[in-house]
């Protein structure tokens, strides 16, 4: 640690009880293989990724299973090696009780290992390393699970002034990082390094709270004899949420980052240490990212931390702690910020970096909800400087636009307005809710003005066929005088003579294969269309029937 | 629950008031001391007629009686009128007080929260302009016999052995009615209404409350934003007027020391339903009470002008608020570091 290194603070912040120290005992244990994984195909922000595999299919450990769609998006691989029994939809880690895509892999137990392979990202392009770690899936490990390729780019400048290590770790209940800190220094610093040369930085700092002692010294012992000096160790002061991102960088650095701004603009960038370490595994052991470590916490007998391949049940995982009797509820995440679960026969996902188990009597019910008495202890506790008690009460009535004058897209959802409360007001669940209603709007809005625009074009394409069609008519009007014309000259003539009744019939026969073959090559543009198609055509109408539903009563108050 | 954050601080709205209330007891304590226990049968007749108006107002607005009785702030606000009405003044007076407190200035605007003026307050302003006399009789000091403060409360009123003006009001009379050559050196040293600092017994109540208020911002109840600002504006203006003409305008010390200011610099104008909420707006807030307290004290016809100021600023508040806003986060300084 450098003990010259100036630290800043963060306005508000909460110190609510730690209750890490129970899971901290036990070394990291490797959690067993269960009977079978059920591996979401959509574990990163992005596009969901296309299975690469069918049911039948044999996989190896570490075997791409689902390819990144775009750049946006980052890769996904079996845990471990098997079988595939299905790709359907299964339970997902959230908490709406929503199902998603997921490869169901039943494990052979041989855990077989694709090939590996060492990337030498120094002979390599910037842009093929990047591509490399979205194939290997790598993302941010500290819970929003972004894709680290997309930030592994130094910006405009191609350098960047500081690389910020994030192991501060401010939730209560999780150690993951603190344990992978202790016991894996060295390999973490060596992924620093990498990230440190791909990013062009001229320092890294690991902002660590001051809580963990162990892991600062493992650091600084893993430092000391080191591969790059510019890695600097930094205890900054046990304050949730020091371990936000923009918390810490504002700790480190002094900087400031807007919200909607990137960070890179201002010279820094900052990754959770478990993604250095995962980027480590990558690039200098060629392992796709398939396990990580979790933190099983809270109502259990032994709490500790397990490296867990994904896939795995948190049923399964939360069996091996010994949960007490009374235990109600699963929380991926923590006290804080985390999320019930809708079962615990979910799977366990690259954001799960804590599986907490809770009971009524360890997180009690708390008591009715009383009215806002605009005391200011949410806005004292504020870490984002908001003033939380307006943007409650306009988005309790209502009043999105106001909300969003006071700022709420910068709010970052930590919880600690909530925490301080004297009128137990759960405010985090207000802004969620306003947050989500102005998205809504947004997505009404934005299929209101495309319906409308096609409404307009097809009332001007109308208006076009509608004028081409009387053109024509007219045109064949005409035509038709004409040959009722030209009739009437032919019946007042005298009778054909035989030859000309043979032209005549000639004539007629050849009229009548124009006609059929005019038939043949005007077919309708809709026919002979291969099931497919009818198909995409089907689901096409179905859309924009959907979008006319959503648009009617915006047309409505138009009209 | 079911959303995060799953564990709370232990807090609550019933804890805020009860250490309002606590807060409140070592100037209570020197006000009985100097003059007498009628104070206590006021704030006895106030709590009862708030917890029973506050109870019938919650079942009519078919509030949960129990749940919002107890959250304690019908009783702090009872307390405050005691504190603020003459304690010799008649039931009635007090009652009606409260009544208008609770009823119309609270539940009328939406109860616990809603209120745009402090209660307390306009409690004060309506009977203050309804029964001015009654209003303005206060004890004497030292004169602390219970049965005529009883009976003078509850019974025929004998009342000109006991009471007389306050020093506020008698200083702001001789100044104004007496003839034109009265001092205020004059008037401070022939009355013995007045003490060493703002006024015999008023000064060391108003130390209590000082106390008190101490034992809020430790508590981080309240900030030091408004009691520092409205005390440092007070300060100022009447300083700055003492200094420009010692014989027609009186000192800071007394300014500071008498009537309401140290209960209104702690306990009244901190109300943070009805005041401003942002550091800066506080300060406005604060200092705008201030220099209404010091004019309405030294021009008005009212012997305390904190009631006024208080609710001239109460509408102002959202306004000051509006424009006050603080930074948020990353919006400070346009992007590179800080200072």
Known sequence: MNALQRLFRFNGGVKPDYHKEPSTHLPIAVAPTPTLLVIPLHQSIGGPPRPLVKAGDGVLKGQRIGDADGNVSSAVHASTSGTVVAVEMRLMPHTSGLSAMCVVIEPDGRDEWVERNPFDFRAATPTATRDYLRDAGVVGLGGAVFPSHLKLNAGKQGKLDTLVLNGAECEPFITCDDVLMRERADRLLKGAAIMREMLAASRVLIGIEDNKPEAIAALEAASAGNIDTTIQVVAVPTRYPAGGAKQLIRVLTGIEVPHGERSTDYGVQCFNVGTAFAIYEAIALGQPLISRIVTVAGNVGQARNYEVLFGTSMRDLVALCAPLPDTDRVIMGGPMMGFRMPSDDVPVVKATNCVLVGSQKLFPQPPPEMPCIRCGECAKACPADLQPFEMYWFSRARIFGKAQEYHLFDCIECGCCAYVCPSRIPLVDYYRFAKSEIWAREVEKDAADLARDRYEFRLLREEREKQEKAAKLAAKTAAGREKAAAALAEAEKPARTPDEEAKHALIAAALERAKAQKEQVHPENTGNLTAEQRAEIVAIEARRAEIREQAKPHLRQDD | ?339
């Open chain 2, 1 to 339: 629950m079911n959303n995060s954050p799953y564990f709370l601080k232990p807090a609550s709205v019933q804890s805020v008031m009860m250490r309002v209330l606590l807060a409140l007891i070592p100037g209570i304590a020197v006000y009985v001391w100097f003059f007498g226990a009628a104070v206590l049968v006021q704030i006895a007749l106030a709590s009862v007629t708030a917890l029973l108006a506050e109870a019938a107002m919650l079942k009519l607005r078919g509030k949960p009686v129990m749940l919002f009785l107890g959250d304690g702030s019908a009783l702090v606000t009872a307390w405050l009128i005691a504190l603020t009405f003459p304690p010799i003044a008649p039931w009635w007076l007090t009652v009606i007080g409260v009544l208008a407190a609770i009823v119309i200035a609270k539940h009328l605007y939406g109860g616990l929260g809603q209120n745009p003026f402090n209660p307390a307050m306009v409690a004060f302003a309506l009977m203050i302009v309804a029964y001015p006399s009654l209003m303005s009789q206060w004890p004497a000091v030292g004169f602390t016999d219970f049965m005529p403060q009883w009976n003078a409360i509850f019974g025929t009123r004998q009342l000109d052995a006991i009471t007389m003006a306050t020093p506020l009001d008698a200083l702001r009379t001789a100044l104004h009615t007496a003839d034109a050559r009265a001092t205020v050196a004059g008037v401070l040293g022939n009355d013995a209404t007045f003490g060493n600092i703002g006024g015999k017994g008023w000064e060391w109540v108003a130390a209590g409350y000082f106390i008190g208020g101490i034992y809020l911002l430790q508590q981080r109840i309240i900030t030091w934003h408004m009691p520092a600002a409205f005390l440092a504006t007070l300060f100022v203006i009447s300083g700055g007027f003492a200094l420009y003409d010692p014989t027609r305008f009186v000192g800071p010390s007394f300014h500071l020391f008498t009537g309401g200011a140290m209960l209104g610099a702690f306990f009244i104008i901190t109300d943070p339903v009805s005041g401003c909420t942002t550091p800066r707006g506080k300060l406005i807030f604060a200092a705008g009470i201030g220099l209404l307290t010091w004019i309405i004290r030294t021009f008005g016809a009212y012997p305390d002008g904190i009631a006024f100021a208080v609710l001239l600023l109460n509408i102002a508040a959202p306004l000051i608020d509006m424009n006050t806003q603080p930074p948020v986060f990353g919006h400070k300084r346009k992007g590179g570091r800080p200072s």
